[in-house]
């Protein structure tokens, strides 16, 4: 039945992708038909991209919080209900660039909002030993909607125009929203036990803000994807200046679906023989030289390059999604991707609107020389800003072997903030080994919910050393404990407690309340140290951690 599931989904995003595809087809050639500037033409892309930079996070905390099949009929509906309205707009006449650009906003919005539910659910529908296929499955559902979607818009566009293409968009919505109450999903667990929206927006920030192999990747993802942005913006320029009709202007971007398909089975060839790095700046080279077509080449050989681009495309935007899904831990995935994601495509949305301008400028050709040149630093710059060593490879699963304090009295999950100050006796000679392992160790409390993170040293013995973080709250400790650590995170604890002699003592402190409020006090311990420690000199510097 799973099976099943997954095969009735899989056709359903997929009719959605391409009723996507050919919504973007049928605006961007509405305004080249109206006689609309390059700026204009160019914000179709940046009004249905600009909703990853305001909804990204928020949406992957609804994906970790609510019901994510109910989440995705409800975003499906309400996407289908905006498309027929559009549909009726402009089979009524009353279309204007304004406000064909607000519907590609809204539905940019329904889009965000339920694509990291979409990513979630997969490895839901196929057993485990199944997930890495259906990940290649799931990226043929984007790259083959890229493909047939723009094409099939072009035929339609030429024969039944615009408002039929909105229609067909509208539909896909529609079936989406059928296979998605068909399907019969258990009820999800652990949505009776999640966190407020507000903390786990930010312990998903405060994750990728404190882990460096995610930073490093969502730079690589904003390099690759500022100068990209000008090959899908000014595309249907390009297609005015070869003469191209709809059908040559869907001709143009199913080359660039075409490329990423065939990407998709050569990918994981290349891979074996080269490294990522190699592969994130082959691309980058590929694409210029699509950018480059889109401006000067005719059209038969511009296929063939916009063929090569696609592949290009895929394969960044393969290796990069691949190292950050291996990299990010299980509890803040989704919010990871989110953050991904608001990253890619709100550059690709402020690209899009900064290649119109200049094109509007200097002209399509100068714009499009520019971006390749870009393109080709940004293979360049591989070597000064590669992938991380143990990017997808460390141990990123959860380790539940960490004790559970003993408290003279019972917090409630949203008392805090909590003081948290481990005691180590640590040998003199041990004590650079130490600090040196404590380093990493730091990273990890950041990541995973501590801030205020210092070591300090003891000024009259000489052996003893204070470790010393804040976490917001008493519920955020014990999903710090319970569900945020991973393997490596013990390993890095392991390697500081390897220089210690005898059992860390971990003391754990709350804020004590205000006399007004003393009698009404949840938690009031007999005696509370001072909330912040001595004021002793620390053991290191507070320099960022090394560790992702």
Known sequence: MAITAFRVLWFAQLGSNIGSWMQTVGAQWYLV??????????????????PAMLFSL????????????RLLIVGSVV?????????????????????????TFLLGVTSTLTSPAWQAIQPELVPRDQIGASSALGGITVNGARAVGPALAG???????????????????????????????????????????GAAMRAGVRYVASARLVRRI???????????????????????????????????LGALGLGAVLGIFALPIARKRVSDNLVIAVSALLFAGGTVAAAFVPFVPALVLLVLAGL??????????????????????????????????????????????????????????????????????VRVLPLLAGTGTIDRTISTTWATPTLVFEPGPTDGPVLVQIAYTVHPDKADAFTQAMRLVEGSRRRTGGSRWRLYRSGEVDDQMLESFVVPSWGEYRRQQTERLTGRDRQMRDAALAAVDGPPLERH?????????????????????????????PATPPAAPPES
């Open 509 to 537: 402190y709350f804020p004590l309340p205000p006399p007004a409020a003393a009698p009404h006090s949840r938690a009031t311990p007999s005696a509370a140290p001072p909330a912040t420690p001595p004021a002793v000199p």
């Open 79 to 103: 996407s289908g209900v905006v498309a027929a309205v559009l549909t009726v707009i402009a089979a009524l006449g009353g279309l204007t660039p304004l406000t064909l650009l607000g519907f």
């Open 312 to 381: 290009a495309w895929i394969g960044t935007l393969t290796v990069l999604n691949a190292a950050l899904q291996l990299t990010l831990p299980q509890w803040v995935r989704s919010r990871g991707a989110s953050v991904y994601i608001l990253v890619f495509m709100g550059t690709m949305a402020v690209g899009s609107f900064g290649w119109g301008l200049v094109a509007q400028l200097l002209g399509t050709p100068a714009a499009l020389t520019v971006a390749a040149v870009m393109l080709v630093l940004v293979a360049a710059s």
């Open 218 to 252: 969502l730079l690589r993802s904003a390099l690759f994807a500022l100068p990209a942005s000008a090959l899908w913006a000014l595309l249907p320029v390009t297609a005015t200046r070869l003469g191209l009709d709809s059908s040559g202007y869907g001709l143009l």
């Open 33 to 50: 038909e109206a006689a609309a500037g390059a700026t204009v033409i160019a914000l179709v892309q940046t009004a249905s991209l600009a």
């Open 155 to 197: 035929v339609v566009l030429s024969f039944a125009g615009a408002p039929v293409v909105f229609a067909v968009n509208a539909l896909t919505f529609a079936g989406a929203a059928v296979a998605l109450w068909w399907w019969k999903r258990p009820p999800q667990a652990g949505l009776d036990d999640r966190e407020p929206f």
């Open 58 to 69: 928020p949406a992957g905390v609804l994906a970790d919080s609510l019901d994510r099949r």
